[in-house]
């Protein structure tokens, strides 16, 4: 199994959560008020970790108090996730919810409750091995998604596509950017090339930046950046808004309202149906916003030749390794291991 067929789990609705015991579901809401460290994005998925497991407490354990949950129960819980086929990290992730909760109540709760231990500890998530394989878009891929969005005159899709490909921006980043970033003068800058021959010549960078940008990071704001693209972004992005026409929206990504005629902001899943529809039957195989951040810090070392430095800071990554290891997938004949057959 590869992790696509994982059933997803539901989410909790506030109905459902009013079932679950009150001094459960007031605890679980006092953490989550207290967690100010956290990024948004973040408290979204503990509150969702944390409301998963105490209605699985209700449904299992007779909705008892979490101060009576014993470790083989929590063991139980986990095991019961993990048959669901969710992936690895997703598994950890609601384990940790629940784990960072015990540990709050644990610092906060010393003196009422001396005798409660955080029943997480201990216990291994299985490896399940239910992961989505990364296969990035090669360059060619890349190309041909274009030209059938070009050829279809799927104008928006293919300005969000070529923007997000030049920023390696993620899907949150590219529904904040605004019309105005057509309007923004591009910066040259003269670089130094190696043509085919080993010659060195020079040349001409154009980019451009889009204003400031919320982006992922520790704290509730994230980190704030200006992202960098290219001018065939730029082109694309004309195009759309050329084809859209006048409307009082400001950002550049919208859905366009049939009753009233209004224009509002897309929201992230608007971006996740055109991956899972349009573009994942174009290529062949499934396609994600995600994807598009790993196929440019890929197609920029592998196919471009540069060092994972340049894909560390276009992609706003702190440590070059974080590019490494999660961004930057080899291709298949660069498998070292080939040698021994020679």
């Known amino acids: ?12 609705t506030d109905e459902m959560w009013s079932e679950v015991l009150e001094f459960n579901r007031n605890m679980a809401e006092e953490y989550l008020e207290n967690q100010t460290e956290l990024a948004i994005k973040t408290k979204i998925a503990y509150r969702s970790g944390l409301r998963i497991f105490f209605y699985w407490v209700k449904e299992n354990l007779n909705n008892k108090s ?38 709050y109540v644990m610092m906060m709760y010393e003196d009422e409750y001396p005798t409660f231990r955080n029943f997480t500890v201990g216990l291994k998530v299985v490896k399940t091995g239910y992961v989505h394989e990364k296969v990035p878009l090669t360059p060619d891929e890349y190309v041909m998604l274009c030209e059938e969005l070009e050829k279809r005159e799927e104008w928006q899709k293919l300005a969000y596509l070529v923007f997000s490909y030049s920023t390696g921006c993620r899907r949150a980043e590219a529904r904040q950017l605004l019309k105005e970033v057509v309007d923004y003068e591009p910066k040259e800058k003269k670089i130094k090339i190696v043509d085919e021959d080993g010659n060195e010549q020079e040349a001409v960078s154009k980019s451009y930046q889009t204003h400031t940008i919320r982006c992922k990071g520790a704290s509730i704001v994230g980190k704030q950046r200006k992202l960098k693209f290219g001018e065939d972004a730029m082109c694309w992005l004309k195009k759309w808004l050329e084809v859209r026409g006048e409307d009082d929206c400001p950002y550049m990504f919208v859905i366009k309202q049939k009753k009233d005629g209004t224009t509002r ?19 062949g195989r499934r396609v994600h916003p995600h994807l ?10 592998v196919y471009e030749h540069k060092s994972a430095e340049v894909a560390q800071k276009l992609l706003g990554h702190n440590d070059v390794s974080t590019t490494k290891n999660h961004y930057i997938i080899k291709k298949d004949e660069d498998d070292e291991s080939d040698e021994a057959f020679i």
């Open 265 to 283: 902001q897309v929201g992230e899943d608007t971006f996740n149906g055109w991956c899972q529809g349009l573009f994942t039957k174009i290529i």
């Open 292 to 301: 598009f951040r790993e196929s440019r810090a890929t197609n920029i070392v």
């Open 1 to 12: 199994m590869d992790g696509k067929n994982a059933k997803r789990s539901e989410d909790i």
């Open 66 to 103: 979490f101060l009576d949950i014993k470790k083989k129960e929590f063991a139980r819980y986990l095991n019961q996730i993990t048959n669901r086929g969710l992936s690895d990290s997703g598994i950890k992730f609601k384990k940790s919810s629940v784990s960072s909760f015990c540990n």
